[in-house]
T-cell receptor, first 113, second 111 residues
Framework: AQSVSQHNHHVILSEAASLELGCNYS??????LFWYVQYPGQHLQLLLK??????LVKGIKGFEAEFIKSKFSFNLRKPSVQWSDTAEYFC???????????FGKGTSLLVTP | NAGVTQTPKFRVLKTGQSMTLLCAQD?????MYWYRQDPGMGLRLIHY???????AKGEVPDGYNVSRLKKQNFLLGLESAAPSQTSVYFC??????????FGPGTRLTVL
């Protein structure tokens, strides 16, 4: 069973639209949470991460994510997308008992001019 | 700092051939990982290492072997390549079991 679920596989938005990508995980206990972005033809880059503290985390390029522990969710948001945000976005979870990240299947975002 | 580098960038193999993918990092990271990325599947962990001389299996280890003889290098071997191993392979490293830094990837095609 998939332990990290990303609800949307493909998202198409117009520039300036707001973005929210869902991510849920099924692990119990303490987790560290990440969003990575992969621009076309490039490797994965970290957008933002949550380890502890304020559940609303801000990342690069105007992205933010909110950790809601009761819902096992870590949704990614951006108020106004740009064409350059076209990319694939991956949610990842690291259990404190583990060493390696567990990735969701990714969401492909296309932003149209 | 070069970060995480991978060689080669592209490779085409015939079924049954062998090859080794090299990952190198210059950040003195203890942890290194090999993932494969397939369309619609996200990234899946093949093997990982938590230090020089140690390796462990990930989610999809069959058909692959790894070695970590030096802290900065993590090798992924395919002894007898199969078409199912056609994929993009990413190496990553991290200082602890937290944020991982990824290499540029190796695109492998097995005919």
């Amino acid at each position: 069973a998939q332990s990290v679920s990303q609800h949307n596989h493909h998202v198409i938005l117009s520039e300036a639209a707001s973005l929210e990508l869902g991510c849920n995980y099924s692990y119990g206990g303490t987790v560290n949470l990440f969003w990575y972005v992969q621009y076309p033809g490039q490797h994965l880059q970290l957008l933002l991460k949550y380890f502890s503290g304020d559940p609303l985390v801000k990342g690069i390029k105007g992205f933010e994510a909110e950790f809601i522990k009761s819902k096992f969710s870590f949704n990614l948001r951006k108020p106004s997308v740009q064409w350059s945000d076209t990319a694939e976005y991956f949610c990842a979870v690291l259990r404190n008992s583990g060493y390696a990240l567990n990735f969701g299947k990714g969401t492909s975002l296309l932003v149209t001019p | 700092n070069a970060g995480v580098t991978q060689t080669p960038k592209f490779r085409v193999l015939k079924t049954g051939q062998s090859m080794t993918l090299l990952c190198a990092q210059d950040m003195n990271h203890e942890y290194m990982y090999w993932y494969r990325q397939d369309p619609g599947m996200g990234l899946r962990l093949i093997h990982y290492s938590v230090g020089e001389g140690t390796t462990a299996k990930g989610e999809v280890p069959d058909g692959y072997n790894v070695s970590r003889l030096k802290k900065q290098n993590f090798l992924l071997g395919l002894e007898s390549a199969a078409p199912s191993q056609t994929s993009v392979y990413f190496c990553a490293s991290s200082y602890s079991a937290h944020e991982q830094f990824f290499g540029p990837g190796t695109r492998l095609t097995v005919l």
